[in-house]
């Protein structure tokens, strides 16, 4: 990764290498730790963070769903985002912001009341998370042999760092078979989300994307369903098959690293032409032009640094 000169830690702006924790915290051991990304990108009038609010204060809820008390707020966490990318003085197009909180040193045992919390915001300069050529020409998905982690024992919902143990092994697999990224299937069977990123489908010119009942509450699922609706397409949320995902006319993943990528290949049946579909595409120039503050009528999702 590319390392950048602070990273904010508990309220103090810390050199890179000097943001440490003890090898015995809390989160090492028992996985509970809350976490965000969130994205800044290089507009004409500078750096601009994208839906930065929301992201905050989903980081605030993930915390309060794992029983983590964060003691800054949305706004004072929002404002130290802002200085730490004038801080941190970026060149690139693309920051990546982390935000996260997790249980520190002093406390053994799974019982994590009296474990001291640990407030981070990191930021560093990260291109596409599937590859520019993905952003392109489209990946391969596969769908993975592990269901996504029920609501009956973990918090989906929560981007909490526990659930990524249940998205590491099947992004592994994925790629340990010769695709780029899983999908996830629900304990039902229907489409839940990738292993970082929203699933969306197009069939007959509807766009199709899955509830959140078993997915993280995605800001760019959620960006891309109104820019989708702004457009003119019709949006439904609706449970997904297997089956259904395999005969789509388009597929493409959507999340803050992920941005808009096209799938051109799922357990390897072509989906559609075998490239980046009209409607993807569309949406993906749609989604650039927003983040890059091209596009007046969703400035308000922009905060500039
Ligand atoms: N699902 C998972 C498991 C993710 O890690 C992400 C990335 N944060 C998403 C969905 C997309 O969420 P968002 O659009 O809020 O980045």
């Known amino acids: ?20 924790t003890h090898v015995l915290s809390h989160t090492i051991h028992y996985g509970n730790g809350v976490i965000e990304g969130t994205k800044a ?33 949305v706004e004072e ?25 997790f249980l520190g040193y002093g406390v053994m045992g799974v019982y994590h009341k009296d474990a001291p919390v640990e407030t ?20 391969k998905l596969k769908i993975a042999s592990m269901t996504r982690a029920g609501n009956t024992s973990s918090m ?15 992004k592994f697999e994925a790629i340990d078979c010769g695709y780029d990224e899983a999908l996830l299937l629900d304990d039902q069977g229907y489409i839940a989300e990738a292993s970082g990123a929203c699933f969306f489908m197009v069939k007959d010119e509807e766009i199709i994307t899955p509830p959140n009942d078993n997915s993280l509450a995605s800001i760019t699922q959620k960006t891309v369903i109104e820019i989708a609706k702004d457009m003119g397409y019709t949006v439904a949320r609706r449970r997904v098959t297997r089956e259904e995902v395999y005969v789509a006319d388009e597929v493409f993943l959507t999340g ?9 290949d799922v357990d390897a049946r072509i989906i559609g032409n075998g490239a980046r579909g009209e409607i993807t595409e569309k949406i993906q120039t749609a989604y650039f032009d927003i983040v890059f503050g091209r ?11």
Do not use: C
Not at 163 to 170: D, E, G, K, P, V
């Open 77 to 101: 966490m929002n404002e130290a985002q802002l200085e730490l990318i004038r801080k941190n003085e970026f060149k690139g197009d693309n920051v990546y912001l982390r935000p996260f909180a």
């Open 156 to 170: 989906g919902k929560a981007k909490a760092t526990a659930n990524y143990l249940n998205s590491q092994m099947a």
């Open 256 to 264: 803050t690293a992920a941005e808009i990528t096209p799938v051109k």
């Open 295 to 305: 596009n007046e009528k969703y400035k308000h999702y922009l905060t500039y640094v």
């Open 41 to 73: 990108y290089k507009t004409a009038d500078g750096y601009a963070i994208f839906r930065l609010n929301d992201h905050t204060k989903r980081l605030k809820e993930s915390a309060k769903m794992t029983l983590i008390d964060i003691p800054y707020t």
């Open 120 to 139: 981070v915001l990191a930021a560093w300069e990260w291109g596409a998370y599937l590859g520019e050529e993905g952003l392109k020409s489209g990946i």
């Open 1 to 20: 990764m590319d390392a950048a000169k602070y990273i904010w830690m508990n309220g103090e702006y810390k050199a890179w290498d000097d943001a440490k």
